[in-house]
């Protein structure tokens, strides 16, 4: 995701390819999904993430 991006669009492409996944038989773990989720964000929200692993 990149700078000035709908964070709205993105998980829910985020979403769409975890489904995909469990579609086909993956096990995709809440936590892994969090991660990913985390990491795929900008720098911007550097602050935000902080707080959300305290």
Same mark, same amino acid.
């Given at each position: 995701?990149?700078?000035?991006?709908?964070?709205?669009?993105?998980? =829910?492409?985020?979403?769409?390819?975890?489904?995909?996944?469990?579609?086909?038989?993956?096990?995709?773990?809440?936590?892994?999904? =969090?991660?990913?989720?985390?990491?795929?964000?900008?720098?911007?929200?550097?602050?935000?993430?902080? =707080?959300?692993? =305290?």
């Amino acid at each position: 995701m990149s700078e000035g991006s709908n964070m709205n669009e993105h998980f =829910a492409q985020m979403l769409e390819v975890i489904v995909k996944l469990k579609a086909e038989g993956e096990e995709v773990k809440d936590d892994r999904i =969090a991660a990913l989720l985390l990491v795929s964000v900008p720098k911007s929200y550097d602050i935000l993430i902080m =707080a959300l692993e =305290a």
